[in-house]
C-alpha cells in the first residue's frame, strides 16, 4: 500500500516561495510518477506537475511553467514541488498522487495525500 504525506503549505505574499514536500512510503518511488495537484474552492482539482525519474519524463501545467519545479531524491523517498513567484491565484490545497504506470496531468493516479493548504495573499 502507497501512503502519501504532504507537508510544507503555509501562508505566502505575492511573489514569494514555497517548497511543497510529499514523503512516500510503499509501492516504488523512482519506477513512478509522482504528481501535485491542486482545487481552490469552488474549482475542480487540477494537474500542476509530475515527474517519473525512471522514465526521465517531467510536465508541467502551463499555468505554472516556469515558476514552480518537480524533483525528487530516493533517499529520502520524497518529492518536491518548488514553487516560486507564487501569485495570489495559486491559493489553493495542494495534492501528491502516485501511480505505476500513468504519466500526465489529469486525475488518474492510484493514491494520494490528504493535502497542505497554499495562501497566496496580494
Known amino acids: 500500500e502507497v501512503q502519501l504525506v504532504e507537508s510544507g503549505g503555509g501562508l505566502v505574499q505575492a511573489g514569494g516561495s514555497l517548497t511543497l514536500s510529499c514523503r512516500v512510503s510503499?509501492?516504488?518511488?523512482?519506477?513512478?510518477?509522482i504528481g501535485w495537484f491542486r482545487q481552490a474552492p469552488g474549482k475542480e482539482r487540477e494537474g500542476v506537475a509530475c515527474i517519473n525519474r525512471i522514465d526521465d519524463k517531467i510536465a508541467y501545467a502551463d499555468s505554472v511553467k516556469g515558476r514552480f519545479t518537480i524533483f525528487g531524491d530516493i533517499d529520502v523517498r520524497t518529492n518536491y514541488l518548488q514553487m516560486n513567484n507564487l501569485k495570489p491565484e495559486d491559493t489553493a490545497v495542494y495534492y501528491c498522487?502516485?501511480?505505476?504506470?500513468?504519466?500526465?496531468?489529469?486525475?488518474?493516479?492510484?493514491?494520494w495525500g490528504q493535502g497542505t493548504q497554499v495562501t497566496v495573499s496580494p
Open positions: 498522487a502516485h501511480d505505476d504506470v500513468y504519466f500526465g496531468l489529469e486525475d488518474k493516479y492510484d493514491s
Open positions: 510503499g509501492g516504488f518511488f523512482d519506477d513512478a510518477t
